[in-house]
Nanobody, 118 residues
Framework: QVQLVESGGGLVQAGGSLRLSCAASGSIFTLNVMMLSPMEWYRQAPGKQHELIAAITRHNDTNYADSVKGRFTISRGNATNPVYLQLNNLKPEDTAVYYC???????WGQGTQVTVSS
């Protein structure tokens, strides 16, 4: 079993930046297996469904939702910090809880709140 814990969220003014981190803990074997998995960031705004906003493969191929393309950057790290998300030029509509996710095997973090004031 792997536990994912996001950090780096907070309150920021429109136009500001944040860097989200995703820390992973578990057995060495499961952490290494997770390093072979695509990693993703989702977000959920109040009253809305989960939205996939960024994904990265083990080969560092990336994909972004149109809503964040050009402003957010996903990157991979090591086994204990497998994925990051750089958020630039933040907008009030980016306000949401942000979650990191491992695709295979599937693990979710508990989320970190990002609030952007206008």
């Amino acid at each position: 079993q792997v536990q994912l814990v996001e950090s780096g969220g907070g309150l920021v003014q429109a136009g500001g930046s944040l860097r989200l981190s995703c820390a992973a803990s578990g057995s060495i074997f499961t952490l290494n297996v997770m390093m072979l998995s695509p990693m993703e960031w989702y977000r959920q705004a109040p009253g809305k469904q989960h939205e996939l906003i960024a994904a990265i493969t083990r080969h560092n191929d990336t994909n972004y939702a149109d809503s964040v393309k050009g402003r957010f950057t996903i990157s991979r790290g090591n086994a204990t910090n497998p994925v990051y998300l750089q958020l630039n030029n933040l907008k009030p509509e980016d306000t949401a809880v942000y979650y990191c996710h491992s695709s295979s095997p599937t693990y979710w973090g508990q989320g970190t709140q990002v609030t952007v004031s206008s």
